[in-house]
T-cell receptor
């Protein structure tokens, strides 16, 4: 199946700094990618839909200025957590659609962010 | 809006025993249904999906699920589990007329005991 890769897998940062997480579709082009957040032992919550060449669509309650999403190309979307705080510590997972808008959804391996 | 309820947060089972993980959904329109598995500190892997057609769907690793429209359920089953099946399992739905925005259930932790 198609491969979606996230980098970094683990990141620890100090409070107040910004962290960038990359999501790449390795063997297909993805016009749409999704970013999820998962708290320990909880389900995945959709944060935003990332669209190549246009602004991301954020879910209700997600701060746009806090979580910056850039879909720079058909194979790369980035999530930047700005001015990170300990409460931003979480597991962030991206997914991408392969094969057009009705294609199958593939998930990245996830990125664990710990803010000290 | 759609919602998904996984009735069991944890399911302990002995190895080689059968297992059923329950999932109920709520939606005013037709949806697609999915089961995903998540191993520790990893992303999600698709087990199976129901889009249309036969209500009994077979997936990877010997899992299957049955779509029951009248009961709005999509329970996951496996006749004989293995230690390697220990993981978190998520049921999810998305609108047929949508951009594949998945709504996930709370997850069920399946623990296989020897």
């Amino acid at each position: 199946g198609a491969v979606v890769s996230q980098h970094p897998s683990w990141v620890i940062c100090k409070s107040g700094t910004s962290v960038k997480i990359e999501c790449r579709s390795l063997d297909f082009q993805a016009t749409t990618m999704f970013w999820y957040r998962q708290f320990p032992k909880q389900s995945l919550m959709l944060m935003a839909t990332s669209n190549e060449g246009s602004k991301a669509t954020y879910e209700q309650g997600v701060e746009k200025d806090k979580f910056l999403i850039n879909h720079a190309s058909l194979t790369l979307s980035t999530l930047t957590v700005t001015s990170a705080h300990p409460e931003d510590s979480s597991f962030y997972i991206c997914s991408a659609i392969a094969g057009g808008s009705t294609g199958e959804l593939f998930f990245g391996e996830g990125s664990r962010l710990t803010v000290l | 809006a759609q919602s998904v309820t996984q009735l069991d947060s944890q399911v302990p089972v002995f190895e080689e025993a059968p297992v059923e993980l329950r999932c109920n959904y709520s939606s005013s329109v037709s949806v697609y249904l999915f089961w995903y598995v998540q191993y520790p500190n990893q992303g999600l892997q698709l087990l199976l999906k129901y889009l249309s057609g036969s209500t009994l769907v077979k997936g990877i690793n010997g899992f299957e699920a049955e779509f029951n429209k009248s009961q709005t359920s999509f329970h996951l089953r496996k006749p004989s589990v293995h230690i390697s099946d220990t993981a978190e399992y998520f049921c999810a739905v998305c609108l047929i007329q949508g951009a594949q925005k998945l709504v996930f259930g709370q997850g069920t932790r399946l623990t296989i005991n020897p």
